[in-house]
């Protein structure tokens, strides 16, 4: 399941994985319990944990303008970041295919135990994410997996609240 709609997909590593993920298709009748217990759950936890103003379907990243590389004059004079981000498998990785998305994503399965993601940032505009205009702006290369049956359950990333 790729969305909040539920949608199913054969690779997970083959999602562009980005701060606003689709909501999705509505599920099958007999999981439509379901899938509003999942969002509500969601935006009552980000709501405890973020502040009122969170929102489980965009994690804004615009606190990343405030970040400031050492002796890099062109960083020093951005005032805005990125909209959107968007982490996608490089496009030369084999997919693997494996029934829990934990296996699929385990390095032992990768070339030289890696599996290595192409980083990209976009821009706001009105017609939204998939209209984006794609920047990339770098890489970043797993070396390490760890695989947990709790993260599902008990993790939570504190998200910035939207301003």
């Known amino acids: 399941m790729h969305s909040l709609g539920g949608t199913k997909t054969q690779h997970v590593a083959n999602l562009p994985l980005t701060n606003e993920p689709a909501l999705g298709e509505l599920p099958p009748f007999s999981q439509l319990l379901t899938a509003y217990r999942l969002e509500s759950d969601l935006e009552e936890a980000d709501k405890g944990f973020s502040g009122e103003k969170a929102n489980a379907r965009f994690r804004?990243?615009?606190?990343?303008?405030?970040?400031?590389?050492?002796?890099?004059?062109?960083?020093?004079?951005?005032?805005?970041?990125?909209?959107?981000l968007k982490a996608s498998l490089k496009p030369d990785?084999?997919?693997?295919?494996?029934?829990?998305f934990r296996d699929e994503l385990s390095l032992q399965h990768y070339p030289n135990k890696t599996l290595p993601w192409v980083l990209s940032a976009a821009n706001f505009n009105d017609?939204?994410?998939?209209?984006?205009?794609?920047?990339?702006i770098g890489e970043i290369t797993l070396t390490?997996?760890?695989?947990?049956?709790t993260c599902d359950t008990k993790l939570h990333f504190n998200h910035p609240a939207i301003k």
Do not use: M
């Not at 615009?62 to 909209?83: C, F, I, M, R, W």
């Not at 017609?127 to 990339?136: F, L, M, S």
């Open 93 to 100: 990785t084999p997919l693997v295919n494996r029934d829990d």
């Open 144 to 149: 390490e997996s760890v695989v947990s049956l």
């Open 60 to 84: 804004p990243v615009s606190h990343l303008a405030e970040v400031l590389l050492p002796n890099d004059e062109k960083a020093k004079n951005v005032t805005q970041g990125p909209y959107w």
């Open 127 to 136: 017609a939204g994410i998939d209209k984006a205009q794609w920047q990339e």
